[in-house]
């Protein structure tokens, strides 16, 4: 008897044709659905603000046509554009889950990209009464501001996982230039702190916006706006597909 005509060796080797079949069939349309996607990928990111900054990438690492794209660029566009960008793009059509290349935010189709986290108002709820101070003129945190950046970072841990945003401010003495190249040295000055502290670097951000946002109610010069604030952002977990390279349908 031929081994071919057995039904052991036949229903494994039908099954396997029908497998590799599929997958043809399927790699067959993706890399039009991809040049289709990242077209209207471009027009997206040209209407929310990235145009020439932000680009989308259809291929999965290992360099094969994806629905789900990296946005790539765009590290100096403000939070706000880059949770739009991110929004419009997972909301074409065929599109899967999206991720920026720099990992500062992640969108699912139809999904808000960031949520504020409870850990956030446990931050601010210690810096209410209390301030993180530097020695004056400097970058270098005042030695009577580690306890609370110990309590900081306590306040954190919860938060791992999530983008956890760091924004220096100054009050409006002296020049603007001189405010925001001090308040974002002194962003980071906390965030290598925080590093210190266990908090993982690659979820830490940091910025300086120097005397652009006083507190409300405060005159711009007042002393009290020189200031350390935290934006605790979550990211959106991405929902995987069986495949990652689109089929036909």
Known sequence: MSLLRQPHVVIPLGALLVIALAWLG??????ALGARLSDQARTTIASAGGGGQVEARFLSPNGFDSRHPVLVGGSGLD???RARIARSVAAIPGVGG???ADGDARAAAGERV???MHCQEDVRSLLRARTIRFEESSVRID???YSLIDEVATALRPCLGAIIQITGHTDSSGPEAGNIELSSERANA????LIARGIPADGLRA??????????GLDPTDPANRRIEFSVLATEAISPTPVDTPAAR
């Open 79 to 81: 939070e706000d554009v």
């Open 190 to 193: 906390v965030r290598r702190a």
């Open 114 to 116: 960031f949520r504020p």
């Open 26 to 31: 399927g790699n067959a349309g993706a890399p």
């Open 207 to 216: 910025r300086g916006i120097g005397s652009r946002r006083p507190v409300e």
């Open 98 to 100: 999206v991720r920026w």
């Open 143 to 145: 030695a009577a501001s």
